[in-house]
């Protein structure tokens, strides 16, 4: 497996699993317009996660990486409305939301060593 093929598989797995708990939403107007926006934010981390390892640059790379983290908080925030509004039950939007946590986290660790290293060729 490729460096960055498990990052990536997770996001497609995180989209995914978004698009399914979207799918069952209520249709309601608020159900409908929380849908929307979730689904536009989580399903678009993973192909932002695939223009940034095809970056042609580090500074390419850390800009196009740093919009997959914007998009992924994004998706925190309307994943905790949902479960503080009770749009949805069950354990799976809990593991959606650990989910999203943890890729937040370990987006936010390459952002930062990737920024670094940038800053390093920079100084050299």
């Keep these: 497996m490729a460096k960055g093929d498990d990052i990536r598989e997770r996001l497609v797995e995180f989209a995914v699993q978004v698009m399914d708990v979207c799918d069952r939403l209520t249709k309601t107007p608020a159900g409908t317009h929380v849908s929307q926006r979730l689904l536009r934010c989580a399903t678009s981390a993973a192909p932002n996660y695939a223009e940034a390892r095809g970056a042609e640059s580090t500074r390419d790379f850390v800009h196009k990486l740093g919009i997959v983290l914007k998009e992924l908080n994004e998706a925190k925030v309307w994943i905790d409305i949902l479960v ?41």
């Design 84 to 124: 503080r509004r009770r749009m949805t039950e069950g354990e799976d939007i809990l593991r959606i939301q650990q989910d999203c946590k943890t890729l937040c986290r370990s987006i936010a660790a390459s952002v930062r060593t990737a920024g670094r290293n940038l800053s390093r060729l920079n100084e050299g």
